[in-house]
């Protein structure tokens, strides 16, 4: 049965209603269903219900009035899905002209036929005329789901197929998938799997589709299997074709991975014109926008890096530890033109909200005996079909574990199958690749010390493929014993000899004969756990050829950039290469002295952080100078430095979200600046750390830290620092609850007289602690006074150009015009006060979006939604809390999640939603408790979401 979807703003509910009762009646008859968000359930994921019932329709019709040509929610989230699918599906889009508006200029809207007929609006009618147009309307909407029927009966009963539309014939410049690791043509057994992605690529509703399975499973395989054959179709009208291995980019398996390069490849290559620009979750937004421009096939092979393993805490497996990532993939789920298929060893725990068919998940088997049986034969194995069944069963059905079998037997033995007797036991276990250990253990005793097993083992010092130019490094003499004695004077056919037979053997990927640039460059590649075996033997069993080998890779690659400071993350990747393999030669004050401090960081610079935004390759780069990231430092680090790394890495994670990650090194950090007496490094490291806590949650103990901070800030004697401490212990203060807020004031004053007397020109607390100052004095209805703090502080950060200060004053003006606003001009929306609200909560929206602190954007994303709660504007106000709580939850900022709930219960209770109200004040509630969030705690609930 067609369904008919209303699209409406909730100022326009009274003709929602009216419209409503004519569509039922011929929904009773039967001849369609229609829906809106009345139909949302309690507690039910309003956002989600939305996206699947505009997915669903085949008829819409929209509600036009001035209120929603100008609702962000519907122009951002709806209208672009109506208007795809009508253009793609053949939609049925129609426009109901509700009042006066200037709809001829809107050019979306003003190609379409509209109803009533010339647009005349149904408010300048007459009552009888309006209930006969509303009545043609349902009409209308009868005779379309007629038609839709009709089409489908006839499109399954027709027996003339339909041509098929014309290909699509791509240029190089709309395909590359040269980021995508080789792997052989022949793949056996995945006939069900292939026949999923056909059917995703057909199906306009599915987005995502993610397989899953451990490696040498065969993820990789199966996809260029499928991509194979979509590229003998002419990739089936596909706009663009993007592929992407994290493995290719470094990001070895079990290791800190960033996604950073990827981000600002993609979003060059789809043509962003500033792909450095803006925070990690502003990125993966715009790169998502991008892609969905084209009817894109995206693939992303190996995630698993970017995301959590398994460990304590079972809560954060498979989730992606990078924002931007995290976003993008979220952003496709809901809705784009193409596909986007992943391939990890961990379910994205993030696209677990979203079920089929916009997202489907596939766990790869090990191959069944039929299929492994197949493979073993094609490889060559002989012998009775019993035999090869059972070898089959005895590797568990491993797809590169057989591989690797049934090559070792052809090559040894003829591939005879009864001389797999003569490999060893399992290495391991068999899920975790225990079976493919046990065949590259046989190739060792086979290969011995040959030019062959030489090779093998340089693939374990790297996490990436190979170029020449670190391969030629390592063959240089002298000779690494027991490393390179068969490749310093190896002849460049008896060289080529050993690779290609590598490659036969199934441990080196064939060379990528379609890409020019790899074949030219002559470098080398494997699967991961071929490198993972061969590395973690060659660390113990030859210790010092390992060290020796990662010391001239790091000569090598900290020599590589043509500028001693590259200027962008592309031209330092070889500086990042420098310092893992300069760590893992066990020189990391080294490495820290002469790379990492002066050539990548930059000392007070930041450079990477602050030029190039780039947080998780940074992160990614910090990861190596820890025994146990991240609360043990390499011991190789002097004390001084092991500090650095803990906080730099603590301040890192905070800007990806991973705050409950970052709480460990901040304490580790601060007990060694004690141990220390370190005394001013130790106050700064107390009062970030309760910043943390309290964003977490956790407000008790974030007091005690700050109190901390503040003993410690006085005996370092410096002037800031006990000033800025002050504030910080009075900010913890105030969300601990009214009762502590007499201490918190005395703090603050305290602060802003300690001010006064180290910069006498600065009479009012400013940045930070001017904010917080100015937060507490809101809670005591002190706007007036607020105001003047705020526009003269804005003046003087504005003149100094500091981003985050500037956007805090502008949010901290906007709440006050709000608070003013709400006692003298409730009734009239179009005062002044209101104008001067709106205009610095978009700014301090937009600059604390721009200065990339998500936490502090929450902030403004909240009290904009209030503003637009008010202004009775309830599309915008949830537009605003659904971004306020993807950013609270991924961080899990359980204070800002317990704000969203407050803020969510008072539009329910607007709209008129008081079941969905008292829900969210009982969350709220609970995590008031559960927190020690007494701020929020002035009463009865339904009074607070009622009076605020």
Known sequence: MSKVFISYSHKDRPWKERLAKHLKVLETEGYYTYWDDGKIKAGGDWFREIKTALNEAQIAVLLISADFLTSRFILEKEVPILMERRQKEGVRVIPLILHPCPWQAVQWLSAMQLFPKDGIPLSTLEEPEIDTQLANLALVCRDVARNVSTTTTTTITTTTPQPPPPPIYLSGDHITLSRLPVTDKAVFGRETEAALL?????????????????????????????????????????????????????????????ADE???????????????????????????????????????????PLQHPPGKDQAMTGRLKDPGLRVLLRELAVSQPGLCVVTSREKVADLSV?????????????????????????????????EITQAVDEYGGHALALTLLGKYLCMGYDGDIRKRDTIGALIGEPGTGGHAKRMMQAYCHWLGESAECNILYLMGLFDRPVEAGAIEVLKTAPAIPGLTDRLVELAPVKWNYAVNRLRELGLLAKSDTKDARKAKAGGLDCH????????ERLKQENPEAWKEAHTRLYEYYRKLPKKECPDTLEEMA???????????????????????????????????????????????????????????????????????????????????????????????????????ENW??????????????????????????????????????????????????????????????????E???EAEEMQKKRQPGFHFLYSQGGYRYCDLLLEQGKDQEVMERAETTLAWVTHEGWLLDISLDCLTLGRAWLERTRKDHLGDPHAEPWTRAREFLDRAVTGLREAGYQHMLVLGLLARAAYFRWQGDFDAARTDLCEAREIAESGDMKLFICDYHLEAARLCEAEGKTTDAAEHSRAADALIEETGYYRRKTGPQITRINTD
């Open 262 to 304: 990827f981000i600002q490849e993609t979003l060059r290559w789809f043509g962003d014109p500033d792909p450095k620009a803006g925070a990690p979750e502003e990125k993966g937004r715009r790169l998502a926008g991008l892609i969905r421009k084209s009817r894109t096939l995206l693939v992303l092979d190996g995630m698993e």
């Open 354 to 386: 979203y079920e089929e068919p916009a997202v489907k998940t596939k766990e790869l088997e090990h191959l069944s005996l039929d299929a492994g049986t197949a493979l073993l034969k094609h490889l060559g194995a002989q012998g009775r079909e019993q």
């Open 574 to 676: 070889p500086l990042f290469s420098a310092v893992a393999h300069s760590c893992l030669a066990g020189r990391h004050q080294e490495t820290m002295d002469e790379v990492f401090n002066t050539r990548i960081i930059r000392g007070t610079e930041v450079y990477i952080v602050h030029k190039l935004g780039a947080f998780g390759a940074t992160l990614s780069a910090l990861s190596h100078f820890f025994a146990v990231p991240w609360d043990q430092p390499a011991s190789g680090l002097s004390e001084p430095f092991k500090a650095a790394v803990l906080n730099w890495s603590a301040f890192g994670l905070r800007a990806l979200g991973r705050l409950r990650e970052a709480v460990q090194p901040m304490k580790v950090s601060l007990e060694m600046l004690v141990k220390q």
């Open 198 to 258: 056909d059917e995703a690529w057909q199906d306009d509703h599915c987005n995502v589709v993610t397989l899953i399975a451990w490696g040498g499973v065969g993820k990789t395989a199966l996809v260029n299997h499928w991509l194979n054959g979509m590229a003998k179709d002419h990739f089936r009208s596909a706009e663009k074709v993007y592929g992407w291995s994290f493995y290719s980019q470094g990001a070895a398996e079990g290791k800190q991975a960033s």
């Open 680 to 745: 001013k490094s130790a106050a700064a490291a107390a009062s970030n750390l309760s910043e943390l806590l309290l964003t977490l949650g956790d407000v008790r103990e974030a007091v005690a830290a700050a109190r901390e901070s503040v003993s410690h800030a006085d005996r370092s004697g410096d002037a800031s620092q006990r000033e800025s401490k002050r504030t910080s212990l009075a900010d913890a203060l105030h969300q601990a609850g009214a009762d502590q807020w007499q201490e918190a004031e």
């Open 528 to 535: 991961p756990l071929v490198r993972e075996y061969f590395g």
């Open 747 to 749: 703090l603050f004053r």
